[in-house]
C-alpha cells in the first residue's frame, strides 16, 4: 500500500462549490504539506502542519482552508472554488527536516 | 526566504548523452538540498538529497549532484541519458530555520525530454 494517499484523484467541480481534498499517511510523520502544482511554476506551498495543533500558512493560503483530523489526517478544503484554482494538488509528509514523501495528487478543474 | 532557480524550463538530449540539469538557489545558512522526479500521472520521487554531508551525492538511477558552495549551484548530472529518464525534475531547498524549519521551496521544474 502507499504511504501517501490521496482522494479523490480527479475531480470536475463548478465555481462556487465547496469541495474537500482528503490527504492519509502510514509514514508516522508529524509534518504534513499541501502545495499546488501549475505548468511553469513549480509547487506551490499552501498550508503545513508539523503536528495535529499546528497549523500554518504557506505562500497562497488565499481561498483555502485545511484541517489535521489526526496525526495521519490532513484535509484541505475550498470553500468556493473558482476557475483559479484548477491546478494539481499533492500532499507530502516529513519527519523533521528530511526530505518529503508526496502522495500521487489530485487533479481539480473548477468550471 | 530562500529562492531555487532552474535554468532552463526544457531540456532536450539523445539517448546515451550527458544529462546536466542546473540548479542554483538563495540561502544565508548552509541548506539542506533535494533533486525530485515527477514522472507523468505521478507524484514526486526523491532521487537524491545533500544534507552537509559529502558534496557529491549520489542518487537513483545513475544520478548525482554536486554541492558547490561558492556557487550556490547543485546541478543534477547523469553520464548517460535513458528513454525512461523523460520526466520533469525538481530542485527544491530546505528552509533556514525558526518555525518554519523544515519547509521546502521549489524551484519551477524541468522538463527533461530523451530523443532515440
Known amino acids: 500500500d502507499a504511504d501517501v494517499t490521496q482522494t479523490p484523484r480527479n475531480r470536475i467541480t463548478k465555481t462556487g462549490k465547496r469541495i474537500m481534498l482528503e490527504c492519509s499517511q502510514t509514514k508516522g510523520h508529524d509534518r504534513m504539506y499541501w502545495y499546488r502544482q501549475d505548468p511553469g511554476l513549480g509547487l506551490r506551498l499552501i498550508y503545513y502542519s508539523f503536528d495535529v495543533k499546528d497549523i500554518n500558512k504557506g505562500e497562497i493560503s488565499d481561498g483555502y482552508s485545511v484541517s489535521r483530523q489526526a496525526q495521519a489526517k490532513f484535509s484541505l478544503s475550498l470553500e468556493s472554488a473558482i476557475p483559479n484554482q484548477t491546478a494539481l494538488y499533492f500532499c507530502?509528509?516529513?519527519?523533521?527536516?528530511?526530505?518529503?514523501?508526496f502522495g500521487p495528487g489530485t487533479r481539480l478543474t473548477v468550471t | 526566504a530562500q529562492s531555487v532557480t532552474q535554468l532552463g524550463s526544457h531540456v532536450s538530449v539523445s539517448e546515451g548523452a550527458l544529462v546536466l540539469l542546473r540548479c542554483n538557489y538563495s540561502?544565508?545558512?548552509?541548506?539542506?538540498l533535494f533533486w525530485y522526479v515527477q514522472y507523468p500521472n505521478q507524484g514526486l520521487q526523491l532521487l537524491l538529497k545533500?544534507?552537509?554531508?559529502?558534496?557529491l551525492v549520489k542518487g537513483i538511477n545513475g544520478f548525482e549532484a554536486e554541492f558547490k558552495k561558492s556557487e550556490t549551484s547543485f546541478h543534477l548530472t547523469k553520464p548517460s541519458a535513458h528513454m525512461s529518464d523523460a520526466a520533469e525534475y525538481f530542485c527544491?531547498?530546505?528552509?533556514?530555520?525558526?518555525?518554519?524549519?523544515?519547509?521546502?521551496?521549489f524551484g519551477q521544474g524541468t522538463i527533461l525530454t530523451v530523443h532515440p
Open positions: 545533500y544534507t552537509s554531508a559529502a558534496t
Open positions: 540561502s544565508s545558512v548552509p541548506p539542506y
Open positions: 507530502a509528509t516529513s519527519d523533521f527536516r528530511d526530505e518529503q514523501y
Open positions: 527544491a531547498v530546505s528552509d533556514e530555520g525558526g518555525t518554519s524549519y523544515g519547509k521546502l521551496t
